[in-house]
């Protein structure tokens, strides 16, 4: 509801923002314009929440391959609840099938990880012209399933996925892809316009 109703409330700002840096070539501070949208509705909802705290502070472990440190992207603590944001266009222009799905899915392990947590989320924003074509969330989400189908088959194919990636592939079910009218239960999205947000629960709890 709340990335919903941040969307609504911010859609021409953040558009205005994406048009902006597409323009040079760039992709600079399109997570950063969505995240900042969601944290001004978590303000004016009075929702405590705190950014770019360490992985120890949250309690969850670094799942990112040669890395020791790391940030949860944010954490509201009344609730025990853990966000990692990541930006997404669609279609994938990046030639590696990896280069979404790889953060998606350490984010997700990283997630999983937290036992003091009551619930874990991967928030995904998402622009660029399939968000366009997009008719329903429920189309927005079938779109975003089975790009991450397409990806983790062709890592597959090509031995980039490790144990681990594989299973959480399993667990977020998109080792098949989807072709129902509306997400998983463990799942929502939120469509306006050109832009759109995919929320996935990392815990069995939603």
């Known amino acids: ?4 109703q941040a969307l609504q409330a ?3 700002a953040i558009c205005s923002h994406i048009k902006t840096v597409l323009q040079h070539g760039r992709t600079t501070g399109i997570e950063a314009v969505f ?7 978590l303000d004016s909802k009075r929702i405590d929440w705190k950014p770019e705290l360490p992985l120890h502070v949250v309690g969850v472990e670094q799942r990112y391959h040669n890395r020791t440190h790391g940030r949860v992207d944010c954490l509201i603590a009344g609730s025990a609840t853990a966000l990692e944001y990541k930006a997404v266009r669609m279609p994938r222009v990046q030639s590696s099938p990896k280069f ?5 899915l350490a984010d997700y392990m990283r997630l999983r990880s937290g036992s003091g947590l009551d619930y874990a989320y991967l928030v995904i924003f ?3 012209p399939i968000v366009s074509d997009c008719s329903s969330p429920g189309s927005l989400y079938r779109r975003f399933h089975n ?9 597959r194919q090509t031995n980039q996925l490790s144990a681990d990636e594989e299973e959480a592939i399993v667990d977020l079910r998109w080792a098949k892809a989807w072709g129902e009218p509306q997400p998983p239960k463990f799942a929502a999205a939120a469509l306006h316009g050109d832009i ?6 990392a ?3 939603w």
Not at 1 to 4: A, G, I, N, T
Not at 100 to 104: F, K, T, V
Not at 147 to 155: G, K, P
Not at 196 to 201: L, N, T
């Open 1 to 4: 509801m709340h990335l919903d």
């Open 196 to 201: 759109g947000v995919v929320c996935v629960s």
């Open 126 to 128: 998402f622009y660029g």
């Open 147 to 155: 790009q991450m189908f397409v990806d983790q088959e062709l890592a």
């Open 10 to 12: 911010n859609a021409e």
């Open 203 to 205: 815990l069995d709890k």
């Open 100 to 104: 979404d799905l790889g953060q998606i």
């Open 35 to 41: 995240a900042g949208a969601f944290h001004e509705q």
